[in-house]
């Protein structure tokens, strides 16, 4: 299972919609509003990273409201649940 954590600026003002356009993105398990220097951090669990990288390339930063991205991989992943059970990946 391939982990990444996707940091979002947005335009405007409107999280609340951004945030449920990237949560009927497949692969896309979590969204967050943050505060700092970005708007919103999506999880994406997905099996592999040519899926990844279609996420990312098709389908996220090319939503509308979505200015700057910036992602960071996970090298590994440790957890008190089995994760690939959990995300069924």
């Known amino acids: 299972m391939v982990n ?3 940091l979002i600026n947005i335009e405007g003002k409107d999280v609340r919609e951004i945030v449920n356009r990237l949560l009927e993105v497949d692969g896309v398990t979590e969204v967050y509003p943050i505060a700092g220097e970005y ?3 999506a999880v994406v669990r997905v099996a592999d990273n040519p899926t990844l990288a279609n996420i ?3 389908e ?4 509308p409201g979505v200015r ?3 992602t960071l991989f996970a090298l590994d992943s440790y957890a008190k649940v089995d994760l690939e059970e ?3 990946i």
Request: no cysteine.
């Open 4 to 6: 990444a954590f996707i």
């Open 39 to 41: 708007d919103i951090l």
């Open 56 to 58: 990312i390339v098709d």
């Open 60 to 63: 996220i930063i090319h939503k």
């Open 68 to 70: 700057h991205t910036k």
């Open 86 to 88: 959990v995300y069924r």
